[in-house]
């Protein structure tokens, strides 16, 4: 597999469904609330198979220079794992800032840190970044 954008290294990742509903304008109403100022945007679904992962999935499609994902699954081996959820984003964030996944499969909090500094460098620079959890309501 060839890894192009960040999204290529996210666990559990929403697969397209057969009849997907296209949400561009949704994702476009997102995108517009984070223009005006809003640092933090709540996606909610109302009940299961509300379409809020496939959208939140269509969101990070959208948008593969500029967001970071955890697709969290109860009944994966690591679930909700704090230290899989940082590795996972750390995994994405140098692959979007270097181009190549890091060497070691573990993240202490002082190198996710360092990430995140550099991370706020390249907002600065290049806009902002969405960092996008989905599956914390299970």
Do not use: W
């Not at 997102?30 to 299961?48: C, D, K, L, P, W």
């Not at 907002?123 to 969405?130: C, H």
């Amino acid at each position: 597999m060839t890894l192009t954008t960040p999204k290529d290294c996210i666990s559990n990742f929403p697969l397209p469904l057969e009849k997907e509903v296209n949400r561009d304008n949704c994702i476009d109403s997102v995108q517009a609330m984070f223009r005006v100022g809003n640092s933090v945007v709540i996606v909610e679904g109302e009940q299961s198979g509300s379409g809020a992962t496939v959208f939140l999935g269509q969101y990070v499609e959208k948008n593969p220079k500029s967001c970071l994902a955890v697709f969290l699954v109860a009944t994966s081996p690591h679930g909700y794992s704090p230290d899989s959820v940082r590795y996972q984003l750390y995994e994405q964030g140098i692959f979007l800032l270097d181009a190549v996944l890091p060497k070691q499969t573990t993240v202490s909090e002082q190198q996710f840190n360092q990430l995140l500094v550099r991370l706020r460098r390249l907002a600065k620079s290049a806009g902002p970044l969405t960092f996008v959890i989905d599956g914390i309501d299970q």
